[in-house]
């Protein structure tokens, strides 16, 4: 039966999830992983050093202010899972890091990189809530590090997207909507 052919080498699939179970993990992700990582290690640094404006163990309502930066990272949050959730994925979801879709509308109009200005906003409500320098200190490395990624997650995309990314990312900042200087 051989027809002097070799057969075909079909290329070996990325790692990856089936795309029904990305969907399922990504709310455990947000509900449990996010806030393990996002106020679970914050609240375990403020322990580490002196919690300004705390008395009785109770925050100060200058502390409470840090309510506010929690809340709209929280929110953010939510409003980027749903919008990427509202987005054509692929039957295939690749778990390697690599861009599969280029998201530009919803928080992604507004900012190049949503999710880490969510995650800055609760590390700094952390850090306020608590009055605490160490995780102020955790915030500050959290920003250069965010910055690292940033920069290498473009140029994949650059890669990836060519023209199609660098529109984009004329148009839209990396971080905040700031008027941007002629």
Excluded: C
């Amino acid at each position: 039966m051989d027809n002097g052919k070799s057969p075909e080498q079909i290329p070996p699939r990325p790692p990856g999830i089936p795309r029904w179970l990305a969907i399922t993990l990504a709310p455990i992700v947000l509900l449990i992983g996010a806030p393990a990582v996002h106020a679970g290690i914050p609240w375990l640094l403020s322990h580490l050093g002196p919690r300004f404006g705390w008395a009785d163990g109770s925050p100060s309502v200058w502390n409470l202010i840090g309510v506010v930066s929690l809340a709209v990272g929280a929110v953010l949050l939510v409003w980027i899972m749903i919008f990427e959730f509202t987005q054509n994925l692929p039957e295939w979801v690749p778990i390697d890091w690599r861009p599969v879709i280029l998201m530009t509308g919803g928080p992604y109009a507004l900012s190049r990189n949503p999710m880490y200005i969510a995650e800055l906003a609760l590390w700094l409500g952390m850090a306020v809530l608590y009055g605490s320098p160490v995780v102020l200190a955790g915030f500050a490395i959290w920003i250069v590090v965010m910055r690292r990624l940033t920069v290498k997650e473009e140029r994949g995309l650059e890669s990836a997207y060519g023209d199609i990314y660098l529109r984009y990312k004329a148009r839209v900042p990396r971080w905040l909507v700031l008027p941007r200087r002629a």
